[in-house]
């Protein structure tokens, strides 16, 4: 057979996953403060975009500029109604004498003085044109360093255990707990290891209580020792948490050596006791979470479905700030490219914003339509749902209802819940007949069973397993232990033995 050269012509499809591509479908899935963080960048980046608030709608700048595609659209009628290696300055710190524990403080301001009276005149309604805004004059959040370093300076006389406990600080985590091991920061900083459990030992007395704790058991020992509750039965509680986890009341109370009664006097002071000494000194707090997409009632019955404003960035494309570029004389050709390239990643931006915002609406509103039982009603009510039923109701992909559903939240009349909550999957029902029941709906069942089961009737996996059946619901007996397990709900035994000893100290 010869060998030779030939021209072919094919035609064929594919699919070709430009950056642009990508990058909308990484836009679709990002949550809030991604989105937030990534357009700060694009702005920064491009110089044709800029961001405005609802405070800078009507500003004269932004006239010219063409508002792209965050307003919310209206819903319509298809959507149903550092390393911790000991430094020089400390050991040199541990050998030298320090004059005094506490450093000058600055004098006080005089109620005459030059920077108070400059103050009172920037403040609102002194008369002053310029105004001073209010969070200057609030105090800064305490530390946990400055809490400890201030007692430090009043627990130790000698500098160089000072130096030593400052040092120690350092290996707090932020809970409270000390995490380093007193013979490895001996051997680093060149000191005995006895001085530095000395030093630890002191500073465990500290406030708050728990502080430089080793462990949870010696966190709650110290805790009882402050308040004098550390007596011989308490101490043997405190040691065999191991057996309170798993609910082994029996074994305690032997071990104790006291009575039901007395075990949950001592249970009920453990409860109100802090494992995390140090969480009001916590430099990251709890961000609250901002809803995506926001559901009322409408007075005909009807659900309006709406975007929350505050989690869409307004984008602005300038296009006078384009103008006045294009309209300057000197352009060469590198900036003319590199402007068009900008504005065309600005409107592509601003697009696929759009784009988002418009899908996340349109994926909203169909579970809204699925689970109208539940808005109404409660988690009874619940469907089962999969992500085909609403990738086919909107003419989606699967993955895309995915992404959507992804760290995006719904505020409804029955609160606040992330879109993939209403997902669950389906329970048949005891006859062939019977519709599915969704699982979040017979986890619910099964702790509603449980919540209002008596200490003489205690229900059983099969007892609950027999329960649902009557209601419909065909559940096996493992089925509902992994359910129980799940929501960290005691065995019966253990729950009749809690419920018989609550039930003795409320007699008593």
């Not at 500029?65 to 819903?75: I, M, Q, R, T």
């Not at 309006?304 to 602005?316: G, K, M």
């Not at 609160?415 to 007949?433: M, Q």
Request: proline content about 5%; overall charge negative; aromatic content about 6%.
């Amino acid at each position: 057979m010869a060998l030779g050269a030939n021209l072919f012509l094919r035609q064929n499809q594919s699919l070709v996953m430009t950056p642009q591509l990508m990058q909308s479908i990484q836009l679709l899935q990002m949550p809030h403060a991604e989105l937030t963080a990534f357009i700060a960048q694009e702005v920064e980046k491009n110089p044709l975009l800029e961001m405005t608030g609802d405070e800078g709608r009507g500003d004269e700048k932004h006239e010219a500029a063409e508002l792209v595609a965050h307003e919310s659209p209206e819903p319509s009628s298809d959507w149903f109604r550092e390393d911790r290696q000991a430094s020089d300055s400390l050991k040199e710190s541990l050998d030298s004498n320090y004059d005094s524990a506490f450093s000058e403080d600055a004098p006080p301001l005089r109620p005459d003085a030059p920077e108070l009276m400059s103050q009172w005149k920037s403040m609102p309604g002194s008369g002053s044109a310029d105004h001073v805004d209010l969070d200057e004059f609030v105090a800064s959040r305490r530390c946990l360093r400055d809490h400890v370093t201030d007692q430090i300076a009043l627990t130790f006389r000698s500098a160089r255990a000072q130096a030593i406990a400052r040092h120690l600080i350092d290996y707090l985590d932020e809970a409270g707990y000390f995490q380093g091991e007193p013979h490895e920061i001996a051997a680093s900083v060149g000191i005995d290891t006895d001085e530095v459990t000395q030093v630890l030992s002191a500073l465990k007395s500290l406030d708050p209580p728990g502080i430089f704790a080793q462990s949870l058991s010696d966190c709650l020992r110290e805790q009882l020792r402050q308040c004098g509750r550390l007596d011989p039965a308490m101490e043997a509680l405190v040691d065999n948490l191991d057996l309170l986890a798993r609910r082994d009341f029996q074994k305690l109370r032997r071990i104790c050596g006291v009575d039901d009664d007395d075990l949950l006097d001592m249970l009920g002071e453990l409860r109100r006791l802090n494992p995390k000494p140090a969480s009001a000194f916590s430099s990251h707090p709890s961000e609250s979470v901002l809803p995506d997409v926001i559901v009322t009632e409408r007075p005909g019955g009807d659900w309006q479905i709406e975007l929350n404003s505050d989690t869409l960035p307004r984008v602005l494309v300038n296009r006078s700030y384009l103008a006045q570029v294009r309209a300057s004389q000197g352009m060469s050709e590198a900036d003319r490219t590199f402007l068009n390239t900008c504005l065309q990643n600005a409107n592509w931006l601003t697009r696929s914003l759009d784009q988002r915002a418009r899908t996340i609406l349109k994926v909203a509103g169909e579970i809204v339509r699925l689970q109208d039982g539940f808005l109404r009603h409660g988690v009874d009510h619940l469907r089962p749902l999969n992500l085909r039923t609403v990738a086919d109701a909107i003419k989606m992909h699967e993955s895309t209802v995915s992404r959507v559903t992804s760290n995006k939240f719904i505020l409804t009349p029955r609160g606040l819940f992330e879109l993939r909550y209403f997902f669950t999957v389906s329970i048949a029902g005891a006859d062939e007949d019977a519709a599915s029941h969704s699982a979040e709906a017979v986890r619910h069942k099964i702790r509603r069973l449980i919540d209002t089961e008596m200490p003489a009737t205690v229900l059983s996996d099969d007892d609950i397993a027999a329960a649902l059946k009557e209601d419909g619901i065909t559940l096996a007996r493992r089925t509902v232990a992994k359910y129980r397990e799940a929501m960290n709900i005691p065995s019966s035994v253990q729950r009749r033995r809690e419920k018989r000893a609550y039930a003795r100290v409320a007699a008593g």
